[in-house]
């Protein structure tokens, strides 16, 4: 699969308030034992079955939930086999419906301090109150240490603190076996790489986030890089093009499988932060 990235959707929380339909998409399988289920096409939510029960990483928005939870059925799958949900950061097109799946679960949900004091200290920073989004507050019951995995049946998820995007936006990092050939692969996912936060624009009107959070982002990406991954999957589907391969991936033909990817999406992440820098 090489790397591509395409345009974002415009207006896509209105699209979600008014029309989500328009951008619907069915659940489609992107890695053994992993599914992309958001349900729309704008920001993704991934489902992991570890053998004893679901991880599922973020939530899109309240406006979006039906749809997540609808993918989540055609699965195969109930709602209340999820048993842990991840939030990769503190923005609300990621956390938005994070209550309202809690409830309807009963999983733990897993942030990072830092974006947890964030959205405390700063929550008209993440939530958006203006968006037309039905806005949901939240808890959270644990928070990341890059020292000690998220372990759930056969699946250990390593985190890794990526700030940039906001301060405590949380990367993923875990291995999945392929059944056809026994493979064993390398699945990540970075927690957030908007260069809409990561800009001097942005800065002079924020009151929590400083360019040191871009100066850290960049500086870590050459690290970030070197993490050898397998298949790359992205928090905004258009960051790295997965939707047009929706629904072709068999434990035969792994579409998503190609470990050039996360190197390069690194770089074309920095890439978009240096021009706006200019």
């Known amino acids: 699969m090489a790397f591509r990235c395409t ?106 301090r830092e974006d947890w004091e964030f959205y405390q200290k700063c929550p008209e920073e993440v939530m958006f109150a203006d968006s037309g989004s039905h806005i949901q507050d939240f808890t959270v019951d644990h928070f990341y240490s890059d020292d000690e995995p998220i372990v759930l049946g056969n699946v250990e998820i390593r985190t890794l603190l990526t700030p940039g995007h906001t301060p405590g936006c949380t990367s993923f990092f875990w291995k999945v076996t392929n059944p056809a050939n026994g493979e064993v692969y ?29 100066e850290r982002f960049l500086a870590d990406a050459d690290k970030l890089k070197q993490i050898p991954v397998d298949i790359a999957l992205p928090s905004h589907p258009n960051q790295i093009e997965i939707v047009d391969r929706a629904g072709q991936y068999t434990d035969e033909n792994q579409v998503y499988l190609d470990p050039t990817v996360w190197a390069e999406f690194i770089d074309e992440r920095v890439r978009q932060v240096r021009v706006l820098m200019k």
Not at 65 to 85: N, T
Not at 186 to 207: F, I, W
């Open 7 to 112: 345009p974002a959707i415009k207006d896509p929380v209105g699209t979600l308030v008014r029309e989500p339909w328009s951008i619907a998409v069915k659940p489609f399988q992107v890695a053994p034992g992993t599914w992309y289920v958001a349900g729309q096409t704008w920001v993704g939510c991934y489902l992991i079955d570890t053998g004893d029960g679901l991880i599922l990483l973020d939530t899109a928005i309240p406006e979006s939930s039906y749809l997540l939870v609808d993918s989540i059925y055609r699965l195969g799958f109930a709602p209340e086999q999820i048993k842990k949900i991840l939030i990769s950061h503190a923005h609300f097109d990621h956390c938005g419906a994070a209550m309202e799946m809690k409830k309807l679960t009963g999983a733990e949900v897993y942030m990072s």
């Open 186 to 214: 390398r699945v990540a996912m970075h927690g957030g790489v908007g260069a809409n936060t990561m800009n001097d624009g942005y800065y002079s009107t924020s009151k929590y986030l400083t360019p040191d959070l871009r």
